[in-house]
């Protein structure tokens, strides 16, 4: 494998996330363009353990029980989200198999909340391929036929294969110009073993004498549901509040 990589804020003068969003089907691994308006459906609010502490918080002063509490907070997409990212600037030649991304799921401790269950995983790259092919030339400006792609797995906490690796998008065959590819995990059978201490990696493949893989953006984020416990009381709210530690990655 060929491979040059190095750190940028920007390649090619263009911000990745102004680029627009083509959302990855994870059935067909075709992707679309997502317009600006359905971009909340999403629901990609990076909310911190302390702004669900301060709208439970709200919405319990206002006399709401807990339960009811917890309900809308869920229901409304209060979600902690969780993130990591890379602007290493990567461009290698097949064969090309190479860590871009790793997300080590934290343990978010804090007091009067309950972290519950993983509502999404969001995984994002922005890459392309060498920009040509002779090779099934009907092909190009497709996602089909194209060896040039990026995937992702999770392993636990001991570092032992528990997803194995799937396709998170293939890049836009023959296309020289990046693209922002997302892809939006909801299936519960894969957000229910993101717990704790779990690790989610991204790489970025290429396969077949010629083909390449160029990227300059990645990122995973996981959102989870929170609910305040037992523990809670309205009358710290205003303590709460003051407190409150917002995740960084």
Not at 33 to 57: F, K, Q, R, W
Not at 98 to 104: H, I, L, N, S, W
Not at 187 to 204: K, Q
Request: one cysteine or more.
């Amino acid at each position: 494998m060929h491979l040059l990589a190095y750190s940028s804020a920007s390649s090619d003068n263009e911000e990745p996330k102004t680029l627009p969003i083509w959302l990855v089907n994870p059935e067909t691994q075709v992707a679309s363009e997502l317009a600006s308006s359905d971009i909340p459906s999403l629901n990609l609010t990076p909310y911190s353990t302390a702004d669900v502490v301060s709208v439970g918080c709200s919405l319990s002063l206002r006399g709401l029980p807990l339960a009811l509490v917890n309900c809308i907070l869920d229901s409304a997409g209060v979600w902690v989200h969780h993130q990591m990212d890379t602007r290493e600037v990567v461009e290698g030649w097949a064969p090309m198999e190479r860590e871009y991304v790793r997300m080590t799921i934290p343990v978010d401790a804090y007091p009067s909340v309950h972290v519950s269950v993983c509502r999404a995983l969001t995984i994002e790259c922005v890459s392309h391929d060498q920009g040509w092919a002779t090779d099934m030339p009907e092909s190009n400006s497709t996602y089909f036929g194209c060896n040039s792609w990026v995937e992702f797995d999770v392993l636990d906490a001991t570092g032992a294969l528990m997803w194995p690796r799937a396709c998170m998008c293939r890049n836009f065959r023959a296309h020289a110009s990046y693209r922002r590819h997302i892809l939006h995990i909801t299936d519960s059978a894969l957000l229910d073993r993101l717990t704790p201490g779990c690790h989610v990696i991204v790489y970025l493949r290429a396969l077949v004498p010629g083909w390449s893989n160029h990227a300059k953006y990645g990122r995973v984020r996981v959102q989870y549901a929170c609910a305040l416990n037992d523990s809670f009381n309205v009358e710290q709210c205003p303590k709460l509040a003051s407190t409150s530690v917002e995740w960084t990655p």
